[in-house]
């Protein structure tokens, strides 16, 4: 028996036109803010996670080449995965991340910076992505934030399918720092 497809059964199709988009035209990472917020906005509204559970494309990437494509083993996640302690450690390894991304597009912004056209791979490995900006169309923060974004969407991607590949499908889930963030969310809106 088939299950009924919806439209949100299809986000997954995003991630991967985002990555897409960014690999041609760089300053299409803004569009990754649209990961950010919306999933916060259904915590602080909603008090609830039904962005991860039924619309994060990100998830239903790993469900599709994990699960319906076999890319996974299939093993279970280590306990330490899904602690408290690591989860809570990596989102704020993260958000230290993201605020230093912040900060580089900050000194690009008042000069005291140059614009850097690399994307960062695991936070260390500087890869040229040059081709998908030319200099001058829009002010070089905003190009500098769109390399930092890119380059954080893109990690947290990878690291999702190396976890995808060696457990289950949505391993990546059980650490995601908007998951981790939005469930915080939902469990101080529960209290109220």
């Not at 690999?23 to 991860?52: T, Y």
């Not at 998830?59 to 076999?70: S, Y």
Request: hydrophobic content about 50%; aromatic content about 20%.
């Amino acid at each position: 028996m088939n299950k009924k497809k919806y439209w949100y059964d299809y986000l997954w199709i995003w991630s991967i036109v985002y990555f897409a988009l960014g690999f041609f035209n760089i300053l299409f990472a803004w569009l990754g803010l649209i990961d950010f917020l919306v999933p916060l906005i259904f915590a602080l509204v909603g008090g609830n996670k039904n962005f991860c559970n039924k619309y994060c494309g990100r998830g239903q990437l790993f469900t599709v080449l994990g699960k319906n494509r076999k890319c996974s083993l299939g093993r279970s996640t280590p306990k330490w995965l899904h602690s408290k302690w690591f989860r809570y450690g990596f989102l704020i390894f993260f958000l230290a991340m993201f605020g230093n991304m912040l900060f580089q597009t900050w000194l690009v912004a008042e000069g005291a910076g140059s614009l850097k056209e690399v994307i960062k791979l695991f936070w260390t490995i500087r890869v040229p992505w040059g081709w998908t900006y030319q200099g001058g169309t829009v002010p070089d923060w905003v190009a500098q934030f769109s390399f930092g974004f890119y380059s954080l969407m893109l990690t947290s991607t990878l690291i999702g399918l190396i976890v995808m590949v060696l457990y289950k499908p949505r391993t990546w889930c059980t650490f995601c720092p908007m998951g981790t963030m939005t469930q915080g969310i939902c469990k101080l809106k529960a209290k109220e």
